[in-house]
């Protein structure tokens, strides 16, 4: 079992960064393929970008490509998201999400209910 804790939201201007991170309980982090998932008010958790367990593939939903970054650490058991140029619409509940995968080099699934851990969430706002 693995614990997430994520961290580094914020409110932010629209046009500036935030860097968050999710950071893993457990020696078996490696093992996990991870994702980051949003929600905002009163709409459905979506997608936002997953990355392989070795760190080499990674995919992104259209609506961040070019503006968002996954990486991960396995030596430090975290993920990150970095965000450049938010929009207003980036603001959300973001979380973070494990999923035990056999293959390293494949990516985590876009659909929320096949993952198998997640973290609490941590609150970004874009103000415009």
């Known amino acids: 079992q693995v614990q997430l804790v994520e961290s580094g939201g914020g409110l932010v201007q629209a046009g500036g960064s935030l860097r968050l991170s999710c950071a893993a309980s457990g020696r078996t982090f490696s093992s996990y393929a991870m994702g980051w998932f949003r929600q905002a008010p009163g709409k459905e958790r979506e997608f936002v970008s997953t990355i392989s367990r070795n760190g080499g593939n990674t995919v992104y939903a259209d609506s961040v490509k070019g503006r968002f970054t996954i990486s991960r650490d396995n030596a430090k058991n975290t993920v990150y998201l970095q965000m450049n140029s938010l929009k207003p619409e980036d603001t959300a509940v973001y979380y973070c999400?494990?999923?035990?995968?056999?293959?390293?080099?494949?990516?985590?699934?876009?659909?929320?209910?096949?993952?198998?851990?997640w973290g609490q969430g941590t609150q970004v706002t874009v103000s415009s």
């Open positions: 999400a494990a999923r035990v995968l056999t293959i390293p080099t494949m990516p985590g699934p876009r659909f929320p209910d096949r993952y198998d851990y």
